[in-house]
């Protein structure tokens, strides 16, 4: 059963736009919800984080969107560069049982063109 | 680099073998996680140790094990093989229990591939 729903799952933004990624969760339970980035070849890479007590949060280029009522959550890579074409994983976590496993949508894979 | 290192980088073996993955955390985290990536599943959790004691299973076969040792490494065993464990391992650590124990920072990968 997956509990965290990722869109789209590729991308293609020119170079200067803003690409948008969406995902929607159905454990009312999640507690933290990460994106990350992975290159080819690479591991997965912590970019950004928020709490669902927080409705937005930015750092640099990047900002989580965060709706508790809809049960959903968007990255916003703003002036997309070549350099930002990876793939992209959301993810969310429970803290139940003292547990902290994350549980990943299936990636959304971004290409920034120039 | 994430201060989590993996061996091997890259494992080529036979269906019905046995394997064994190793990581090592970053200094000072206490938890270990494996996770199992392949093409049609994603990112799938299998199993987390926390100071040398398992604390949470996932989707982790029975054919699989893990362990943490007193030195906070970690090795997943793989046994049986078959065509479809070829995937990428990752290991990840993060401190539990801090303020920002949430983050999960995951090591480079061994890639497996079954013939």
């Known amino acids: 059963q997956q509990q965290v729903k990722q869109s789209p799952q590729s991308l293609i933004v020119q170079k200067g736009g803003i690409s948008i990624i969406n995902c929607a969760y159905e454990?009312?339970?999640?507690?933290?919800f990460p994106w990350y980035q992975q290159f080819p070849g690479k591991g997965p890479a912590l970019l950004i984080a928020?709490?669902?007590?927080?409705s937005e949060k930015k750092e640099g280029r990047f900002t989580i969107s965060f709706n508790k009522s809809a049960k959903q959550f968007s990255l916003h890579i703003m002036d997309s560069q070549p350099g930002d074409s990876a793939t992209y994983f959301c993810?969310?976590?429970?803290?139940?049982?003292?547990?902290?496993?994350?549980?990943f949508g299936k990636g959304t894979k971004l290409s920034v063109i120039p | 680099d994430s201060g989590v290192t993996q061996t091997p980088k890259h494992l080529i073996t036979a269906t019905g073998q046995r394997v064994t993955l190793r990581c090592s955390p970053r200094?000072?985290?206490?938890?270990v996680y494996w996770y199992q990536q392949s093409l049609d599943q994603g990112l799938q959790f299998l199993i987390q140790?926390?100071?040398?004691?398992?604390?949470a299973k996932g989707n982790i076969l029975e054919r699989f094990s893990a362990q943490q040792f007193p030195d906070l490494h970690s090795e997943l065993n793989l046994s049986s093989l078959e065509l479809g464990d070829s995937a990428l391992y990752f290991c990840?650590?993060?401190?539990?229990?801090?303020?920002?124990?949430?983050?999960?920072?995951f090591g480079p990968g061994t890639r497996l591939t079954v013939l």
């Open positions: 990840a650590s993060s401190v539990v229990g801090s303020p920002s124990g949430n983050e999960q920072f």
């Open positions: 454990n009312t339970a999640f507690d933290y």
């Open positions: 928020i709490r669902p007590d927080v």
């Open positions: 993810a969310a976590k429970y803290s139940g049982a003292g547990s902290y496993q994350l549980t």
């Open positions: 200094s000072g985290d206490l938890s």
């Open positions: 140790y926390y100071n040398g004691e398992e604390r």
